[in-house]
């Protein structure tokens, strides 16, 4: 068995005296779409947390291609590129500077021609590409972001709510981006409140409940690739 892009069993966090992550096991095969779903409060983002070895956790395994996050955090955050929940740009910087900048932090700095392409393949408008992100609408933000997070090239991604502040068009430009992603082999850990964006493009759904994945579909080979109703009573029935 190949080592997988994520592995996690049993996972348990907490935050202050709460148990936020309680059991919670997911792993993900290369170029596999997980989209993460579940209430306000219930865990998504923490989970995400204690995948970078932002939080530590308090029991169970935790490997990103192989290595222990608690273990090697460096080793870890150098094969994931993260979107997180809030985007935060330097506002006096323009989106390449942004882009730039945190590249060559992260140690894989990419050429001009790339950064352009990455813009484009996200759909953010040529004008704003030297433009200040002071001025930037919050799907605009969003995007940079996007663009940033895929020219990392990383071999796994952890999205935190990736399509929100983003318009229907650019949502749908995304989603197909993600099958592109997953055809190179890369695996994609999507937190998400759009339903009908997962069913679009995920292999599978989960969704969280107290503290774990308390349900999961996987998509069939064959349209439609899930059963909307059925994940909709699923949902509803979990609140
Ligand atoms: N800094 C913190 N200290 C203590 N508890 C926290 C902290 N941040 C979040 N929590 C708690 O952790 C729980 C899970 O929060 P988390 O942000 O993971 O939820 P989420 O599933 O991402 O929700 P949302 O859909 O609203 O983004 C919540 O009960 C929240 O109150
Ligand atoms: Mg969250």
Same mark, same amino acid.
């Given at each position: 068995?190949?080592?997988?892009p994520?592995?996690?069993?049993?996972?348990?966090?907490?935050?202050?005296?709460?148990?936020?992550?309680?059991?919670?096991?997911?792993?993900?095969?290369?170029?596999?779409?997980?989209?993460?779903?579940?209430?306000?409060?219930?865990?998504?983002?923490?989970?995400?947390?204690?995948?970078l070895?932002?939080?530590?956790?308090?029991?169970g395994?935790?490997?990103?291609? $192989?290595? #222990?996050? +608690? &273990?090697?955090? /460096?080793?870890? *955050?150098?094969?994931?590129?993260?979107?997180?929940?809030? %985007? !935060?740009?330097?506002?006096?910087?323009?989106?390449?500077?942004n882009?730039?900048y945190?590249?060559?932090?992260?140690?894989?700095?990419?050429?001009?021609?790339?950064?352009?392409?990455?813009?484009?393949?996200?759909?953010?408008?040529?004008?704003?590409?030297?433009?200040?992100?002071?001025?930037?609408?919050?799907?605009?933000?969003?995007?940079?972001?996007?663009?940033?997070?895929?020219?990392?090239?990383?071999?796994?991604?952890?999205?935190?709510?990736?399509?929100? $502040?983003? #318009?229907? +068009? &650019?949502?749908? /430009?995304?989603? *197909?981006?993600?099958?592109?992603?997953?055809?190179?082999? %890369? !695996?994609?850990?999507?937190?998400?409140?759009?339903?009908?964006?997962?069913?679009?493009?995920?292999?599978?759904?989960?969704?969280?409940?107290?503290?774990?994945?308390?349900?999961?579909?996987?998509?069939?080979?064959?349209?439609?690739?899930?059963?909307?109703?059925?994940?909709?009573?699923?949902?509803?029935?979990?609140?």
């Amino acid at each position: 068995m190949p080592t997988p892009p994520l592995f996690i069993a049993d996972l348990v966090v907490e935050r202050g005296d709460k148990r936020i992550v309680d059991g919670l096991s997911l792993s993900l095969a290369p170029g596999e779409i997980y989209a993460l779903l579940g209430g306000n409060g219930a865990g998504k983002s923490t989970t995400l947390f204690a995948i970078l070895g932002f939080l530590e956790r308090q029991g169970g395994s935790l490997t990103v291609g $192989g290595v #222990d996050v +608690a &273990a090697n955090p /460096d080793a870890v *955050r150098r094969q994931v590129a993260y979107l997180p929940e809030n %985007v !935060a740009l330097y506002d006096h910087l323009t989106a390449r500077e942004n882009v730039d900048y945190f590249l060559k932090v992260a140690g894989c700095p990419r050429s001009r021609a790339d950064v352009d392409a990455g813009f484009e393949g996200v759909g953010l408008a040529a004008a704003a590409w030297d433009e200040r992100a002071a001025r930037f609408s919050k799907g605009m933000r969003q995007k940079t972001a996007i663009a940033l997070a895929l020219l990392r090239e990383t071999p796994l991604m952890l999205l935190d709510e990736p399509t929100s $502040g983003l #318009d229907p +068009a &650019a949502a749908g /430009d995304f989603h *197909r981006l993600l099958e592109t992603l997953g055809r190179r082999g %890369v !695996a994609v850990l999507m937190v998400t409140h759009d339903l009908l964006g997962a069913a679009d493009t995920a292999d599978r759904i989960g969704l969280i409940q107290a503290g774990r994945i308390a349900r999961e579909w996987t998509a069939s080979p064959t349209v439609p690739r899930f059963d909307l109703n059925a994940l909709h009573s699923g949902f509803a029935s979990a609140r």
